[in-house]
């Protein structure tokens, strides 16, 4: 695997090599890792793309690179990365997770035999009339936590780290549709905002729900709205 990634990575870097600082890699994306055994295989991983790319010359002798945490994990990050990959320049290399909790607000499209789909989330948020769709972990302190956790791993030590996807979806069948609207509107407000004052930069995951792709018109102000909230509290 090792090869490969070395032959991909020197064949994308070749063709990218006069691109300024604005394009990034990334070497991976929510590689599976769920052991420190995981986590040094894909350590070799990382530092066969890193070498690789800067091997290349050009910009990418200097390029941002973009590291994933296992999994995209936050509490596998913070458990098992405990070192970063080896590079010939300081200061050019970011970590990235990804977070998706609770998941049963986030993305769970139907019950399981292991929980129900969330339809709200936060302080002053739970439905009365819905009571089984209130979330039951995972909201403020959850967040405060996780990303604290990134914070002290990682940005006090001068590692930058991005939250490369979140996303909650919008519901169509929620009883308490003011409840479930209000809800995502503060996740999305409360995550970018708890970020911010840790010095960790989002990236929200669209796939064309809240921007027309094509277009470029906004499709849900809501959520638009939410996000620069966030960013300017």
Sequence with gaps: MNQKQKTYWTQI????????????????????????????????????????VRATGGNNSTRVLVIQGPSTDIEKTNNLMNNLPNDTVANRIIMEVHYYTPYQFCLMTEDASWGSMFYYWGNGNHSTIEANRNATYGEEADVEKFFGYMKSKFVDRGIPVIIGEFLAIQRSNPADMTKHLNSRDY??????????????????????????????????QRVINALMQGAGS
């Design 187 to 220: 996740y999305h407000r409360y995550l970018v905002d708890s970020a911010k004052q840790k010095g960790i930069k989002m990236f929200f995951w669209d796939t064309g729900g809240a921007i027309d792709r094509n277009s470029g018109s906004i499709k849900d």
């Design 13 to 52: 870097a070749e063709a990218f090599k006069d691109y300024d600082d604005r394009l990034l890699f990334a070497g991976a994306n929510e590689p599976n890792v769920e052991d420190a055994t995981g986590m040094s295989v894909l350590m070799t991983y990382h530092q066969t793309f890193i070498s690789a």
